[in-house]
């Protein structure tokens, strides 16, 4: 059965963010009929994520949560977003984020949905400049996060974004704790600490400050490089993880789908797909050594497989018997893991 993409459809699409760079591009802008003035921007480029990156990272490992209760059929919004948060986010992010969540669907636990920001401005009477303004509020305190998408089948055409959602509110951090009203601020002391009071309510303690920017930074780092080729006359922009795999031989393939056959027995379903499905192996021999290079998209992934799978897949190989193998003494097969540069 073919792996559908993250809306649910068949086809390969690329999720990316933009990133400001430090290089500025100069722009001439009319001021008048005979007038123009001259001023620089940023130059902008593309960060891609790999699926897998996108469909686990949460919003929900950031923040304490305050007690929750388990959702139906309903969308149900705590009480404390309501009295607490959006004093911050204002009446229209509010709105916003309670028809994103409403468009998760928690019985499958998606904590993503993917409505097109005109849908959104149809339903909230809003015009595109404002709906994109209460989704940067959204963004900026944690409570959403786009990853914009590119239909690979249609020469990289641009889609809806894919909004990952946060499903457990959290308490304010001390910081905007401090920035409430005093009369809030005294009905938020007391609410909390009834709250964390109750040993059945599983909520975590308010934290002193959370940088959000930090957060997404720190997501950054787990982009995959891209390179920009030809096709068909068009320019396609296409991830080098996928680029090199199309590089490795026939021997190589069949090697590493028998270990990725065993892992996945060995694996429970999540961490299979998570960690090692999206990768491929190439073997080269070295001054009487052979070194299996292990591919993987990203490097966080990478780090996590090489400190956690590296002898559970030395295990694996161990129990192979293929001609690319034969003759291999274990001894003399180092296992490498790799994955492409940084983002260019």
């Keep these: 059965m073919k792996r559908l993409n993250l809306k649910e459809r068949d086809g ?29 921007k940023p130059i902008v480029q593309k960060k891609y994520f790999d699926e897998d ?54 019985s499958e636990g998606r904590d993503y949905c993917w409505p097109s920001i005109e849908d959104i401005c149809l339903r909230f009477g809003k015009s595109r400049n404002t709906v994109v303004k209460y989704l940067d509020i959204l963004e900026q305190f944690g409570f959403i996060y786009r990853f914009y998408v590119e239909n690979a089948r249609k020469n990289n055409s641009k889609e809806s974004p894919i909004f990952k959602v946060r499903m457990l509110i959290p308490f304010l951090p001390q910081d905007l704790v401090d920035k409430l009203p005093n009369d809030i601020q005294d009905d938020h002391d007391r609410d909390v600490s009834r709250w964390l009071s109750n040993p059945l309510l599983l ?55 028998l270990v990725l056959t065993q892992a996945r027995n060995k694996m429970s379903k999540p961490s299979y797909e998570t960690w090692l499905q999206s990768s491929y192996a190439t073997m080269k021999q070295d001054e009487g050594h052979y070194i299996l290079k292990i591919h993987l998209p990203n490097e966080f992934t990478k780090s996590w497989v090489e400190s956690r799978y590296r002898e559970f897949l030395i295990e694996i190989l161990k129990n192979l018997d293929l001609p690319i193998t034969q003759g291999v003494e274990m001894e003399k097969l180092n296992l490498e893991f790799y994955c492409p540069p940084e983002v260019q």
Aim: net charge negative.
């Design 12 to 40: 390969e699409l690329l999720y990316y963010r933009e990133y400001k760079t430090e290089e500025l591009l100069p722009v001439r802008q009319k001021r008048g009929e005979n007038e123009e003035s001259l001023h620089f």
């Design 53 to 106: 990156i996108v469909k686990g990272w949460t919003l929900d490992n950031y923040g304490g949560p305050s007690p929750q209760i388990i959702e139906g059929s309903f969308t149900m919004i705590h009480n404390y977003f309501i009295d607490y948060w959006s004093f911050f986010l204002g009446p229209e992010s509010v709105a916003i984020y309670v028809y994103l969540r409403r468009r998760c669907n928690m």
């Design 203 to 257: 909520g975590k303690e308010p934290i002193e400050t959370i940088k959000y920017k930090e957060v997404y930074e720190d997501l950054e780092q787990k982009s995959v490089r891209s390179v920009v080729r030809k096709e068909n006359g068009k320019r396609i922009q296409a991830s080098v993880f996928e680029e090199e795999k199309k590089q490795i031989n026939e021997s190589e393939w069949t090697l590493w789908n």
